[in-house]
């Protein structure tokens, strides 16, 4: 592989001590980053060099939690809550095959691309009978396709509507199958080299449509299986209150007990978390994924990252599922997240710096990567952003990281992921959009048909 040298550009989260460089440069060699500095790079025979003059580089973004079947169901109950959002769009679901997963998730994975991100989340939930591998399948096709990394989080859901759950009975599974299907694709699929592309986490939907049991089988199967946990967990006050009246006490006390609770667990959303739920997450250094746009969709309440922050609790940004959150734009969420702190607790709540962290090293870290990705060190690999601020959006924002977090979403002039482009001068180079474009509203139009039948 051709080594990479980035030079002349402002350089951001270099490392965990937010060092910077005004003009500054960056080599990767064999898809890992082997040099980062201030001022004009050395010269590298036979190098391919990029002149960054009036951009910024970042680390690739890292989105936490995501729902990328979703994409092909945009635009539905869009003035609902979500438990009545949920019940609307539940039949939707349980009609999706393999060529609806693949259509959304290689869509949801070009337009994440395209907003900056080279890691990405992704929680699977819905496996309508029949569909269980294939749907897996598919989705690790879709990001191998689009060249980024995936984190699938294997989901599950046991608790229908008899069962006093949301999901119709139809499109739930029991638990055996449930984790033997999750087993299988951890086996067959889950990569803990440093520097994988791929990874399987255990991930139950959340409390309201999980067994107790399955839970805690969970929690024991990915602690055996040596991977991550991922949930849902107090995106809602229904939420708290079917906790309390369910299980007698509040969400992140249950999941305590069944063993939820740790290091190697994120939860999504966290909007109603109080102080003492707060300080137990932070001294186990169980990650939360933070949706603020998808709160504000759906009218959750604004999750308090500042607090989340000072109680030590790992936080990263998602964009959370494209029928609750449309736009999918990971970059956006970077303001989102910094309007959301400053609506609760004031303009100094979180400054921009902290916002691109939470986007970057925070990602990583809810994931457990920040070791390998997050930041633009030396022996880490090479998913870079170089993102184009001599436009007219952001011309005269003298400070690029304010320019980037407070501007509007920024043409890429490259995105890597190991050093291979994925984005160059703003057009995604490893899939054609509309052809894509075109298969997602195929898919869309032949769910909404289904329904409306």
């Known amino acids: 592989m051709t080594a990479l040298v980035i030079e002349h550009a402002a350089i951001a989260v270099v490392d965990p001590a937010g060092t910077e460089h005004r003009r500054g440069h960056i080599i990767a060699e064999h898809g890992v980053i082997t040099a980062v500095g201030e001022g004009p790079a050395p010269r590298h025979e036979g190098a391919q060099y990029i002149d960054g003059t009036g951009c910024l580089a970042t680390p690739g973004l890292v989105n936490t939690h ?30 999706i095959g393999p060529a609806h997963v693949a ?35 598919v989705q690790i096709a879709a990001a191998a396709k689009i060249g980024v990394r995936l984190h699938l989080a294997r989901g599950s859901m046991d608790r229908g509507v008899s069962d006093g759950g949301l999901p119709p009975d139809h499109i739930v599974e029991d638990i055996d199958a449930a984790l033997a299907a999750t087993a299988d694709a951890i086996d067959r699929h889950h990569d803990p080299a440093p520097g994988s592309m791929l990874r399987i986490a255990v991930a139950p939907c959340s409390p309201f449509s999980v067994s107790t049991e399955l839970l805690r089988e969970s929690a024991a199967l990915a602690r055996d299986k040596r991977v991550r946990l991922h949930t849902h967990l107090c995106e809602t006050l229904d939420e708290a209150e079917f906790c309390q009246s369910v299980h007698g006490c509040d969400p992140v006390e249950y999941m305590d007990k069944v063993g939820w609770i740790d290091d190697d667990a994120w939860l999504a959303h966290a909007v109603h978390l109080d102080a003492n739920a707060q300080r137990r997450l932070g001294a186990a250094g169980t990650g939360v994924a933070h949706c603020p746009s998808s709160n504000a969709r759906l009218g959750t309440g604004l999750a308090d990252v500042p607090a989340m922050l000072d109680a030590g609790i790992p936080v990263g940004l998602g964009v959370d599922g494209a029928a609750s959150q449309e736009a999918g734009h990971l970059g956006e969420e970077l303001r989102q997240a ?21 986007g970057t ?15 633009l060190e030396p022996g880490k690999q090479a998913d870079i952003a170089l993102w184009d601020l001599t436009g007219l959006g952001h011309a005269g924002i003298a400070d690029p990281v304010a320019a980037l977090v407070l501007g509007p ?25 509309a052809t894509l474009a075109r298969d997602l509203a195929t898919a869309s139009a032949n769910l909404r048909e289904a329904r409306d039948a």
């Open 66 to 95: 995501h729902h990328l079947y979703q994409w092909a169901t945009r635009g539905y109950a869009t003035d609902h809550t979500l438990f009545e959002w949920l019940v609307d769009l539940y039949p939707v679901w349980a009609r």
């Open 361 to 375: 090293i925070g990602g990583a870290r809810v994931l457990g990567r920040d070791t390998e990705i997050g930041s």
């Open 103 to 137: 259509a959304a998730n290689t869509a949801g994975l070009a337009w994440l691309a395209l907003s900056g991100c080279t890691t990405a989340a992704d929680h699977h939930y819905v496996y309508p009978d029949g569909h269980a591998a294939d749907l897996v399948d």
């Open 338 to 358: 910094l309007y959301t702190a400053r609506q609760l607790k004031g303009p100094q709540a979180m400054d921009v710096r902290t916002a691109l962290r939470l």
């Open 409 to 433: 979403p920024a043409p890429l002039r490259l995105l890597t992921v190991a050093g291979n482009p994925v984005v160059a001068d703003g057009e995604l180079r490893t899939a054609d959009t």
